[in-house]
């Protein structure tokens, strides 16, 4: 499967800053997506990062709050914006479809976000 | 939208009792994943069940798929300390290819946690 390194590994921010957290993978794949986790939650999925095109969010995620950009089929980028204490979470992308196979979903290890 | 539920929330077992966890889908899913989150660490994929009444085994593992397509087990005989963490389902919200693999979006379960107390 993919190897996925995601920086940072943790923050702490002050509010009202924003925050860039990067997903870089060791090989191609065909999709990216990050996600928001609270601790001890499920996985929240705020949008799938498109190649060269804006991300798709879901309901209740905004790009002005979330910006997402995937410049290639191995990179991609979450900002979060504009930082409340709401907004700390723990933070992954997760790809699949390295090469075109499929080995299932592959999560980065996750940034873990504290806003003060 | 689709929605996975999954139960129990929580499950405290003694070492060597055996354990199980529920999921529930509100559509047909053409697979079920299911992956395993240790704690302080990111999910990982276990399995990925494609056909109608399919059974999976992975050593002390067994994985079901029920016939309606829509819910889905996994259970683990004997647990061990090493099996703590928390245990999630995910459907694909949308097709999947022939192969039953889909690419797109997944749903993923609220997740079980799973103590197991030595």
């Known amino acids: 499967s993919a190897v996925i390194s995601q920086k940072p590994s943790r923050d702490i921010c002050q509010r009202g800053t924003s925050l860039t957290i990067q997903c870089q993978v060791d090989?191609?794949?065909?999709?990216m997506f990050w996600y928001r986790q609270q601790p001890g939650q499920s996985l929240t999925l705020i949008a799938t990062?498109?190649?060269?095109?804006?991300?798709?969010?879901e309901s209740g995620f905004v790009i002005d709050k979330f910006p997402i950009s995937r410049p290639n089929l191995t990179f991609s980028t979450l900002t979060v914006s504009n930082m409340s204490p709401e907004d700390s979470s723990i933070y992954l992308c997760?790809?699949?479809?390295?090469?075109?196979?499929?080995?299932?979903?592959?999560f980065g290890s996750g940034t873990r976000l504290t806003v003060v | 939208g689709q929605q996975v539920m999954q139960i129990p929330q929580y499950q405290h077992v003694q070492e060597g009792e055996d354990f199980t966890t529920y999921c529930n889908s509100s559509?047909?899913?053409?697979?079920i994943q299911w992956y395993k989150q240790r704690p302080g660490g990111h999910p990982v994929f276990l399995i990925q069940?494609?056909?109608?009444?399919e059974v999976k085994k992975q050593k002390r593992l067994t994985f079901q798929f029920g016939e309606a397509k829509k819910n889905s087990s996994l259970h683990i005989t004997a647990t061990q300390t090493t099996d703590v963490g928390t245990y999630f389902c995910?459907?694909?919200?949308?097709?999947?290819?022939?192969?039953?693999?889909?690419?797109?979006?997944?749903?993923f379960g609220q997740g079980t946690i799973l103590t197991v107390h030595p």
């Open positions: 990062a498109n190649q060269g095109s804006e991300a798709t969010y």
């Open positions: 069940l494609v056909k109608s009444g």
């Open positions: 995910a459907g694909p919200d949308g097709s999947s290819n022939a192969g039953g693999t889909s690419y797109g979006k997944l749903t």
């Open positions: 559509t047909t899913l053409s697979n």
């Open positions: 090989s191609q794949v065909t999709m």
């Open positions: 997760s790809v699949v479809g390295q090469r075109g196979l499929w080995y299932g979903y592959t």
